[in-house]
């Protein structure tokens, strides 16, 4: 009857470990796809906190707003207009801006309601998205 009662116990704490690791993995912060990125971006402004790491340089409260035709328009924090283009390569999104060049891509990591953007060189954190829009939310031009 002992053998039993401690296989039984030892069977039911298996059984919590198991369930509470596979209930916890949801939590745990991961890359989004490309897939994933783009429907989050494609014809949509992204509202953002920006770092010193980010194609600014500049840290504070900036927009993208993200054509589904692969182009960009980023407003910075210091008000300028970022021109560029953008394209999804593999799980990382690549952006081109035409007043700075060579910023390379980015991975988007959610953390359940928050994403972080962080560079795929050098794994800095840019920005955090804030919210994003539906379109061109902040009519921003060229």
């Not at 298996?14 to 796809?33: E, K, P």
């Not at 504070?60 to 390569?89: C, F, R, V």
């Not at 007043?99 to 991975?107: S, W």
């Not at 359940?112 to 800095?124: K, L």
Request: proline share 2%; aromatic share 6%.
């Amino acid at each position: 009857m002992h053998r039993f009662v401690v296989a039984s116990m030892r069977a039911l704490n298996a059984s919590v470990l198991l369930t509470a690791c596979a209930l916890g993995s949801t939590a745990f912060a991961g890359d989004m796809s490309g897939a994933d990125i783009k429907t989050l971006l494609s014809g949509n402004t992204s509202y953002l906190e920006t770092t010193a790491a980010s194609a600014s340089g500049q840290v504070g409260q900036a927009m993208i707003y993200w054509n589904a035709d692969g182009t960009a328009l980023y407003k910075t924090p210091s008000g300028a207009i970022l021109h560029g283009t953008w394209e999804i390569k593999d799980n990382t999104l690549c952006t081109v801006w035409k007043e700075r060049p060579n910023t390379g891509c980015v991975r988007y990591d959610k953390s359940g309601d928050v994403i972080t953007v962080i560079d795929a060189a050098s794994g800095q954190v840019r920005v955090k998205i804030l919210k994003t829009a539906a379109g061109n939310a902040e009519k921003l031009a060229p």
